[in-house]
């Protein structure tokens, strides 16, 4: 996974998504401790990892759904609402959506 060098500029002309040493602490629990990644045009991120090493925490601070205690998340997206989109877990299936 890329990671963003803080000796070097960040230049969200290459990267559509950069985060820069997340942090958070939960009930004195280190969840992230300083993780760092960019996303370019047309890629997919998939976090892997076993349950409880901060995955959904690190997605939800992206998404803007938790704040993060320290570090930074730049987008450059003009509506990363309609732009960005998430799989977190134990989304539901709806048997009778369709598509055309």
Same mark, same amino acid.
């Given at each position: 996974?890329? +990671? *963003?060098?803080?000796?070097?500029?960040? !230049?969200?002309?290459?990267?559509?998504?950069?985060?820069?040493?997340?942090?958070?602490?939960?009930?004195?629990?280190?969840?992230?401790? /300083?993780?760092?990644?960019?996303? !370019?045009?047309?890629?997919?991120?998939?976090?892997? /990892?076993?349950? /409880? *090493? /901060?995955?959904? +925490? +690190? *997605?939800?601070? *992206?998404?803007?759904?938790?704040?993060?205690?320290?570090?930074?998340?730049?987008?450059?997206?003009? !509506?990363?609402?309609?732009?960005?989109?998430?799989?977190?877990?134990? +989304?539901?299936?709806?048997?009778?959506?369709?598509?055309?």
């Amino acid at each position: 996974m890329p +990671t *963003v060098n803080n000796q070097e500029e960040i !230049n969200l002309n290459d990267h559509l998504i950069v985060v820069d040493s997340l942090k958070k602490v939960y009930e004195g629990r280190i969840i992230l401790n /300083g993780i760092s990644f960019n996303i !370019n045009k047309n890629e997919v991120l998939a976090i892997i /990892g076993p349950n /409880g *090493v /901060g995955k959904t +925490t +690190t *997605v939800e601070i *992206v998404l803007g759904m938790r704040k993060a205690d320290s570090g930074s998340i730049q987008i450059k997206l003009s !509506n990363s609402k309609k732009e960005i989109g998430a799989q977190l877990q134990n +989304t539901p299936f709806f048997y009778n959506l369709t598509a055309e």
